[in-house]
């Protein structure tokens, strides 16, 4: 090899490393390029997640729960959930604190020891089964053509706004209030999307229920086949009951016969009841009066103030279905004569009846216009003769005009705090019972007439009275609505559906119980 030749061979041996070199060089380079700009990707990945998380994405934008053909989302579930509780806590009131501990989770507190459900549990289980029918009902009144009226959507409206005031007490915006109450991801526009279509569910459901209609030639056969359902009894009741053999130590100070009271065995105790209870039915036997007097003998010393008046054994107007069955089956057996009597026995008393009378509940049910000046507490003087007062101006208002009920109507729009003052405070075919005791016999008082007029007082506050009119026939009112209610029911079972849901594991984690 020549000098040349070998000198080149050295420089090449010798730019081989170096190029070698350049080369893993520009390999960290790009694989640490491309290092930064994954990491950098992640990192945006990862703020975003979390924010997605935190700002109520997955909540307002995941399927939590289907529902028919409706993905319903975390947030939308919530609204359902918080429902339902709402509902058990409207049908409880006061009482909701001995059944769930308000400052316990709702996860937490047990509803089922035997399944181990909870109560977050149930009220998410009934939640779905509510906006399961809701929907349902949503889509058959889409379907149908029904759509919201100007009222239903001022109602939701208002809604809307009084949150909105709501959040500007508390600092904050609409949607961040709704969250708030509601839980993450509920925000302003899908709180108004539940209210759309619960509030035209619930629309739908009433239209289809007042738009049942019967004929007369209907209420008659309805009547005909079941007149039990309809008719009403009136009868005196007197209980017997394991007390009246009882000695309470502090009537008497015989120890011995207290003692011997206390010794007294069921079978005894029954014994005893049976005996007073037969003797009472077979000794007042067609004698009203015996039966009112007994009554008072018979009953505990601490109740004889009560069972002076003849009335405290009188139960008036009773329908079948307020009664206990084999109460009511004696009552309404259609041999029953006035004056009959029997005793009936239950686990812990005897009941001893006396029958008066059936009635067929063939009268008029009154139509009824009135004035409220609410008072709040009633027991203060002060505000009630102000209320007074006020009453008795409007009545002197309306007796100085033409005095007829579209009259007395305009000032009801004009005076009235009851919620139906724009239609003029009318109440049509009041039931018997329907209102608050004064209310309800001032209206049924046998020489009413329509115009009269008159003012009392309830535990709402004071109000001006006015007999519009008589109304439908009382009996063929309760055959109506029995029917409706059938025919409602039945409607409703068949467009609401079962109630069946789907729930997506990944969409429920982001519900707020």
């Known amino acids: 090899m020549s000098a040349s030749r070998e000198k080149n061979k050295r420089k090449e041996e010798a730019a081989a490393p170096a190029a070698a070199n350049e080369a893993k060089k520009g390999m960290s380079k790009g694989l640490k390029t491309t290092l930064i700009a994954v990491c950098a990707v992640l990192i945006v990945c990862i703020v975003v997640f979390f924010y ?3 700002s109520g994405f997955f909540a307002s934008h995941t399927t939590a729960a289907t529902v028919g053909t409706h993905k319903l989302t975390p947030a939308m579930v919530n609204y359902f959930y918080k429902g339902a509780y709402g509902n058990m806590q409207n049908q409880y009131g006061d009482f909701m604190s001995y059944i769930i501990d308000s400052d316990t989770p709702l996860d937490e507190q047990v509803y089922d020891e035997e399944s181990g459900e909870t109560w977050a549990d149930y009220f998410t289980d009934q939640g779905l089964i509510n906006a399961s029918n809701a929907y349902a009902l949503y889509d058959a009144a889409k379907a149908d053509g029904h759509t919201l009226s100007e009222d239903e ?23 961040g209030y709704i969250a708030g109450v509601y839980g993450t991801g509920c925000n302003e526009k899908n709180f108004r999307e539940y209210l759309e279509v619960v ?16 004929t007369d030639e209907q209420i008659a056969s309805e009547y ?7 008719d009403a009894v009136t009868y005196r009741q007197f209980l017997v009951s394991d007390a009246m053999f009882q000695t309470d130590s502090t009537d008497t100070e015989d120890d011995d016969a207290e003692a011997e009271a206390e010794t007294l065995s069921d079978e005894e105790l029954t014994a005893l009841k ?4 037969s003797k009472m039915a077979a000794d007042t036997q067609g004698d009203e009066q015996a039966f009112i007097d007994q009554a008072y003998e018979n009953c505990l ?31 309404f057996d259609a041999g029953r004569a006035e004056g009959d009597t029997t005793y009936i026995a239950t686990d812990s008393v005897y009941y001893v009846l006396y ?45 100085a005009g033409d005095k007829t009920a579209e009259s007395f109507g305009e000032l009801a729009k004009e005076y009235t705090a009851d919620s139906n003052g724009d239609e003029g405070s009318l109440y049509e075919n009041i039931m018997p019972g329907q209102m608050v005791t004064e209310f309800n016999d001032w209206c049924f008082d046998a020489d009413r007439k329509p115009g009269d007029t ?27 609505n029995a029917l409706r209610s059938a025919d409602y029911n039945a409607w409703y079972d068949a467009t609401a559906g079962d109630g069946s849901y789907t729930t997506s594991a990944f969409g429920m984690k982001y519900t707020t119980k």
């Open 199 to 214: 509030t035209l569910a619930d629309s739908y459901a009433t239209a289809t229920q007042n738009g049942f209609t019967y």
């Open 52 to 54: 997605m998380l935190t």
């Open 153 to 175: 959507q001022a109602s939701i409206d208002s809604q809307i706004s009084s949150l909105a005031l709501y959040a500007s007490y508390y600092g904050t915006n609409t949607s």
């Open 274 to 277: 049976e005996e007073l209870a």
């Open 454 to 480: 008159g003012i009392i007082e309830t535990s709402y506050g004071v109000h001006v009275m006015y007999f519009d009119s008589f109304g439908k026939i009382y009996r063929d009112a309760l055959v109506e």
């Open 224 to 230: 005909a086949a079941d007149p039990n359902s309809y």
């Open 355 to 399: 029958f008066v009378s059936r009635s067929t509940n063939d009268y008029q049910l009154p139509n009824v216009r009135h004035i409220l000046f609410s008072v709040s507490d009633t027991t203060d003087e002060t505000t009630m003769d102000e209320a007074r007062t006020k009453a008795e101006d409007v009545l002197t208002e309306y007796e």
């Open 301 to 331: 010393e601490s109740a004889k103030e009560t069972y002076a008046e003849d009335s405290a054994t009188l139960k008036e107007n009773q329908l079948y279905s307020s009664l206990s069955t084999d109460v009511a089956d004696w009552l």
